[in-house]
Every structure is written in structure tokens, then in C-alpha cells.
């Protein structure tokens, strides 16, 4: 059983940074593959950003490209988002994901392939 806590998510101005950090707990992080995805209201959940446990394979939704970035630290089994040129459309809650079962070099992006996520952290970014 893998649990997941996020953090890191609060109100700024467009054009600010944020780091948003998830400590898991259970599992074995290393072999995990992790990812983060957006909700934003009356929408679906939607996948930003993903990082394999293999050499750290990453992979990007385009609408988030060159401005964030996605890394871990299996000693510390944290995830983190780098936030950077934060616009008013990132707004959403922020939620990561993990999947024990993912394949060594893999990033998925369909929320319907992970198991396990956190609660949220909200970004709310103003103009």
C-alpha cells in the first residue's frame, strides 16, 4: 500500500514559481513510476507530467513544456514539480500518482493506470 501526501500549492501571481513536493510512504518508491496531473473546476483530471523509475525517464504534456519540471528523490521517496512562468490556466488542484506496476523506462499518462494517489494541493494562480 503506497501512500501519498502533496504539498506546495497556494495562491501567486501569473509569471510566478512553485515548487510542489509529494512524500510517499509504503511501497518500494524506487521501482515506482510517478506522475502529476491538474484538475481544474468542472473539468477532468488531466496528466502534466510523468518520471519513470528507470533513469529517470520524463515525459511532458505539451501545455506545461520548457515551463515544468518533474524529478524525485528516492532517498527522501519525494516527487516534486517545478513550477516556473506560472499562468491563470495552470490554476487547478495538483495531485500525484503512483503506479507500482509500471514497467522499468515507462511513463503512462492515463489516470485510469494508477493506483494510488494523493488528496491534492491547490495552485491558484491570479493576473
Known amino acids: 500500500q503506497v501512500q501519498l501526501v502533496e504539498s506546495g500549492g497556494r495562491l501567486v501571481q501569473a509569471g510566478a514559481s512553485l515548487r510542489l513536493s509529494c512524500a510517499a510512504s509504503?511501497?518500494?518508491?524506487?521501482?515506482?513510476?510517478m506522475a502529476w496531473f491538474s484538475q481544474a473546476p468542472g473539468k477532468e483530471r488531466e496528466f502534466v507530467a510523468g518520471?519513470?523509475?528507470?533513469?529517470?525517464?520524463?515525459y511532458y504534456d505539451d501545455s506545461v513544456k520548457g515551463r515544468f519540471t518533474i524529478s524525485r528523490d528516492n532517498t527522501k521517496k519525494t516527487l516534486y514539480l517545478e513550477t516556473d512562468s506560472l499562468k491563470t490556466k495552470d490554476t487547478a488542484v495538483y495531485y500525484c500518482?503512483?503506479?507500482?506496476?509500471?514497467?522499468?523506462?515507462?511513463?503512462?499518462?492515463?489516470?485510469?493506470?494508477?493506483?494510488?494517489w494523493g488528496q491534492g494541493t491547490q495552485v491558484t494562480v491570479s493576473s
Open positions: 518520471i519513470a523509475w528507470g533513469e529517470d525517464t520524463t
Open positions: 509504503g511501497g518500494t518508491f524506487i521501482r515506482t513510476a
Open positions: 500518482a503512483a503506479d507500482p506496476g509500471t514497467p522499468e523506462y515507462f511513463v503512462i499518462m492515463r489516470r485510469e493506470q494508477y493506483n494510488y
